[in-house]
């Protein structure tokens, strides 16, 4: 038990530092090409790369069951849009130098997902997780009301459409990978006409006369399952109250490196609201840690 315990640790530790760090260093490194490319390439290799692991691990009965349902394909409709929506907004963070604010969206999203839980699955909600919601929505608040240019935006959109799209994947009870697959197959007809547009205009950094960089952009497929994979796989063998936790890793990473390396403008209001999401963060995680 104490094995799978420690696993689960280090797999899902492993996940959120791949997330906030390499990831990070990873997109911002091509984000040269245009986020416009770099959204199709990772929603193309991303299918690739699924359809690759779903083979190999002998799963296309479990894909066929899970399309045989309606519900299954309307909820993944609506998940598969989500996903693609957070991938274009964060990828679009990193490139245009919004690190900062993409973490905002990561370190409030835990939290939403608190609120959205009681709302759609009344979920109890103790004083602790109450004060830590309205802590969050005083942060929002208060960049509205001060600096409404300042107001992160893309970080909020990141947490929206990631705090929906987990609140959608907990009412429909498939794999992850395989719903994953199906969202990217989804997704996969509009990246392809995006990348023959692309091609045709020559605006396309992707070709044969380059193998070298065109096999660095395929890897935006494995940089974008693998750390899913382990978080995942995190989640299974210790529950989402620790993983809850040591997701934080990711939030933190992306706000150090977008603060301390991207040199990334981080005004006093933005820190001032930062002080407030820690404080919630804080609070939130001290529950957690107690409730768990």
């Not at 779903?54 to 899970?66: P, Q, R, V």
């Not at 929506?85 to 999203?109: L, Q």
Request: glycine share 6%; with cysteine; net charge positive.
């Amino acid at each position: 038990m104490k094995q799978n315990f420690n696993k689960g640790l280090l797999l899902t530790s492993l996940g959120s530092f791949w997330w906030g760090f390499i990831g990070v260093i990873y997109f911002q490194y091509v984000s040269f090409i245009g986020h416009v490319e770099l959204v199709i390439h990772r929603c193309l290799w991303t299918a690739v790369m699924l359809i690759f692991t779903t083979t190999l691990f002998s799963k296309w009965k479990i894909f066929l069951l899970i399309i045989s349902n309606k519900k299954n394909l309307i909820g993944l409709l609506v998940s598969g849009l989500l996903i693609f929506i957070n991938w274009s907004v964060w990828i679009y963070a990193v490139a245009t130098e919004k690190i900062i604010d993409a973490s905002f969206g990561y370190f409030i999203m835990p939290i939403l997902s608190v609120l959205l839980g009681y709302i759609f699955f009344k979920e109890s909600l103790n004083k602790k997780r109450i004060f830590s919601i309205i802590l969050v929505l005083i942060s929002i608040l208060f960049l509205i009301f001060f600096n409404l240019k300042s107001l992160p935006w893309v970080g909020l959109i990141v947490a929206l459409s990631w705090a929906f799209y987990n609140l959608i994947r907990k009412k429909i009870y498939v794999d992850t990978d395989i719903g994953l697959l199906i969202e990217s197959l989804y997704i996969l007809p509009f990246a392809l006409i995006g990348f023959y547009l692309i091609t045709k205009n020559g605006y396309n950094d992707f070709n044969l006369l380059n193998p070298g960089f065109s096999l660095f952009l395929i890897l935006a497929g494995p940089m974008t399952v693998i750390p899913l994979f382990l978080y995942v796989r995190g989640v299974e063998l210790i529950g989402l109250g620790p993983t809850g936790m040591i997701f934080y890793i990711t939030p933190t990473l992306q706000f150090v490196l977008g603060y301390f390396y991207y040199n990334e403008e981080f005004s006093l209001i933005k820190f001032l609201s930062f002080i407030i999401i820690w404080i919630a963060v804080i609070i939130y995680l001290k529950d957690l840690y107690e409730t768990h």
